[in-house]
């Protein structure tokens, strides 16, 4: 038996090792479109405000469960304020938006908290579970733009784009463990620039299109 380079075998016995005929690659992809298909019919939820349709295989429940769990994390692990001005205004404007969003509120239990940071951000988990950075104040301005900066965020948590963004990806794994298996008896190389290729295709022709439509409907659920 001869090794080949990166410790794959070329030679069994002699003899070339046989390669898979173009039909036979096809049946680990079309296994996956079949299932695909399957997968994404059988998954399907409405976005509350917009009427889009959505890729989610996990229910409220679950999703709710693991943005409190994340939450409980990073409040542990940052420097939380608990009281002052900053404090009574992120909350009032958080309730306010709460009241706002009481049509389409999906059962959260809402908190808002303000950690210390230089960081320009905020964000809001399933849940309802909502922090702002006190970065983000001078660059907000006023109340009326950390209104929208939090509106947006709790936009993201109503219209589920994080079990939306879990789903897509778990699509892209399974399609790529297809891939892998079609071109499996290729040689390195040629198996390395396939998958590359495919990654490069997955980030940019579905993951990334989302991403920016995700933000796009959060800004226009966030100003309703």
Sequence with gaps: ??????????????????????KMRLIP????????LYYYASNQETV???????LVDITREQEMALGFQSYQEI???????TEGQVVDLVRTIGDRLAKAAA????????EFNVIKSEQANAFALPGGKTAVYTGLLPVA?????????????????????????MA?????????????????????DTQRMVM???????????????????????????LL
Excluded: C
């Design 1 to 22: 038996m001869r090794i080949g380079p990166f410790g794959r075998n070329r030679e069994v016995g002699g003899q070339p090792r046989a390669r898979m005929s173009w």
């Design 29 to 36: 992809l079309l296994l996956f479109a079949i299932y695909g």
């Design 48 to 54: 509350p405000l917009t009427g889009r349709s959505q």
């Design 75 to 81: 409040l542990s692990q940052s420097q939380v304020i």
């Design 103 to 110: 049509d389409v509120d999906p059962g959260f239990e809402w």
């Design 141 to 165: 301005e006023n109340h009326s733009g950390l209104a929208v900066v939090m509106g947006h965020e709790i936009a993201h948590a109503i219209a589920r784009h994080g079990a939306e963004r």
């Design 168 to 188: 897509h990806q778990k699509l892209v794994q399974i399609g790529t463990l297809a891939a892998s298996v079609a071109v499996g008896d290729m040689d390195y």
């Design 196 to 222: 590359g290729a495919l990654g490069v295709g997955a980030q940019f022709g579905v993951l990334l299109p989302f991403s920016r439509d995700h933000e796009s409907e959060a800004d226009y659920m966030g």
